[in-house]
């Protein structure tokens, strides 16, 4: 056993595990939170993805010890009421089925609404890839992206380039 | 006491005039904190095993006294479980409209199997069409009792009553009272046995698109599945099973198992799938991550007993080889034999297609604890809680009212959890050890294990006439039958029914028809899956129908509905599909579209599939537009993305490499190797759904199958001139 040191969303956590257990099972087994989910063990299919400091990983495919004294979020770490834009235009769209692969859907999503506010369905595909869902619910997975990246747009005034800081 | 004996056996009646059989019990309270605004509400292990408050009208409806400042909270049980389908809201929804309240009112409770309840599987499309009458005359019942109460204690007539919002109101004098100052009264009158439904009309819920209560928590990951269950003293386990499945096991050496932290337990494990039993071994430690590296440390030694010698390549030649026998008559119309030689065209072809898995996304799980030696709890994802009761009584050899299960979403189900393999088994293990375990399936234990979905083989011979119209018509189907690779006994000389699915139901008309079955014995377990047969003959049937409209120089759509002179819904399906799939106009270079339509057990779907040519060779499907008949619809959101979900696992069942065997074990074995359908494959989708009424309502979450493959597969012929007649295709080397 080795006592290591993450903060998960937000809260610093000493977790004693052993340092070659996936992430995975430490947030879910250790830590309790469950909202992150097991598919498959090999970073084929996303159910797990969290993110570390703001990018997606896998969390099946991580070692514990490999993110000692970094920043975990993971799915109940996004908002407090299911009310993050994603969230919201996931209800809105009523994308999840059987919800078990969504919460990896909507941490990739979130990741990339970050990178790239403004997506493509190009961009979607790419960025989405890696999260299978067997209910298919792929199509609504995609307007569901482009509803919250609209909505993220509006509710963020902050210019967002020194061309519209000059308009002003 | 009399009263409750009296009341009892009145709702027992009630139930029988509800054709739900059993008797009435007592039933459940919500979770902690309900409550919250159901949008909000936790999604938690949501069970009536838990303490009940309340006063239960009718099954499946609780009602809490008011308080002041408080309406007592209402509870409705849904007894079908929710995998994704929506009947965490459908379901509730009957019972609601006729009640007179909002989904956004009553807490949701997941039934247990409990006999009060009646049969409470998910499965066969089946759980809103029969539900549909069932459950409104619940709803109904309860209404109608709390308005006699209210009109009682206002001395006016029953007839000057209405209800909304869970309140019986009194237009004239503008009183109202909440069902919670009604229901200590209410409930002590007898229940209606034949209550007055609303008029459709007047419909709120129902047939309307609404949000599913459900969807809040499974985006915020607080919706509980049977793998995120956790109960005090909990140990978790792996279990090594053979790759052959239904190898004996001879020993196995756990010295090293036994050196990795944490493991606990290494002890035997039995898997008993319907009437089969596989041994394991398995490795309970008291983490998930010990259970799985202890596995990994296990020699095993496994007695194949010569099932290691199963190959699919030979398996194939073996089907090929058993389609030249005659078979047995499933069907037969006019007289095939003198038909087809009389005809002046004739054609045969033949169809082969592959086994697939189930893989839904939650592998297969389940806690048990026997609290007592002979009483046993269960949390588990299942579609089938009454099935498990059943099973684990005589499994074990207990009470089956001693058998409580919690049951969860479900990550999926499309027919895997069906089967109470997987629950079977952790309640052996956690009976062996003495502790409550939780058994996690890896996905390569998923994908390798089985039930799978069978293959099926199909030879055609057809005669058309001088018009090219069909004068005869055969179907055989070549394959094993799911009943008995359960280890079922097949009888000599019958048709398993189950495996000629839809091939005889068809509304063709056609003069003279011949279709027939050939047994071929497997010993891989299979199962039921996704619309069952029909994902796999209608692929055969559907596309031979268009070989014969080919070879008549005939358009695919106008050869069908040559074929259906006389009104049928299957005419009327095509007829609207012709329409919203714009069929008649042209499609660019390079495209193609095809049509195919099934009809069976489950309901009637037609689609029109376009595929286009890529420039690197491949083909892309573009679009599938889909006409699916359900006489009524409950949340026509609902069919829409379940018609969605259909198409995208019809269309990985289609194109992907699905299962093959040698050596006797599965060559795939996690999503590397049995890939899925990703979001960058999935096509435009359109549903139009047919609701016009009438007697029958048809079923939603399989009818979007069958016809993907086949329309698929005729899209393909209309653009490249190859016709498929093997599954898997390829789409990326098919030109």
Redesign the interface.
Known sequence: ?ASIKITINNQPRTLD??P???LL?AI???V???????????A??G?CTVHLDGSPIRSCSVPVSAVAGQKIT???GI?K??DHPV?KA??AH??????????GQ?MSAVALLKTTPKPSDGD???A??G????????????EAIHTASAEMGTTNKLPKTGAKVGKR | MNTNETLSANRRDFLKTLGLTGVVLVVGIPAANAGAPVS?APMGLLNINAAPTGSELVPYVIIEKSTPGHPGKITIMNPRP?????TYQSIPALIAEELGVTLDQVTILQTGGEKAFGGQISGGSASVRGSYMPLRKVGASAREMLVTAASQQWGVPVAECSVANGSVHHKASGRSLAYGDLVEVASKLPVPSDPKLKDPNDFIILGKPA??P????????????G??V?VPGML?ASVERSPVIGSKLISFDDSKTKQV??VKYVVKATRTLEKRQFDGVAVVAD????ALKGRRALAVTWDHDGLDKFNSVAYDQQLRELAKQDGVVDHTAGDFTKALTDAPTKLDAFYETPIVSH?????MNCVANWPTPTSVELWTSSQAPSWIKTKMADEFGIKADDVKINIT??????GRRLFQDFVLEAAHIAKTVGKPVKV?W??EDDTQLGPFRPMTFSAFRAGLGADGMPLAFQHKVISPSISATLGNPYKADSVDKTMTEGISEQKYEIPNVDNRYVFADLQVPTGYWRAVTSTTVAFAHECFIDEMAHKAGKDPFDYRMAMLTKASDTKRVLTRLREVSKWDKPLPAGWGRGVAQWEFFAGLAAHVVEVSKQKDGSMKVEKVICVIDLGTVVNP??VR??T??????AITAATKPGITFENGAAQQA???TNP?????E?P??EVHILAEGGPVIKGVGEPGLPPVAPALANAIFMATGKRVRRLPMDLSKLV
Do not use: H
């Open positions: 056993m595990v052993e070659d257990m996936p099972w879910r087994d250790v309790g939170l469950t909202g992150t989910k097991f598919g498959c063990g090999i084929q299919c159910a993971t799915i109940e908002s009421n299911a969230q996931w209800i009523q994308v999840p089925q059987c919800g078990y692969c969504q919460s909507i979607i595909d790419n989405m890839q999260n299978i869902c067997r209910c298919g619910t792929y199509t609504r997975i995609r | 909000m929710d995998m994704g389908q929506g949000l599913r459900e969807v809040p928590a499974k985006v915020s990951g607080r919706a509980q599945f793998i995120d956790k978790y932290k944490g983490n998930y991550w010990a893989s839904p996304m939650e592998p979403f479900n990550g999926g189900g499309f996690v890896t996905r959101d609902m993305a379940q969605e979900g259909a198409i995208a696992m996690n999503f590397d899925m359908l990703r979001i960058n999935m435009i989708v």
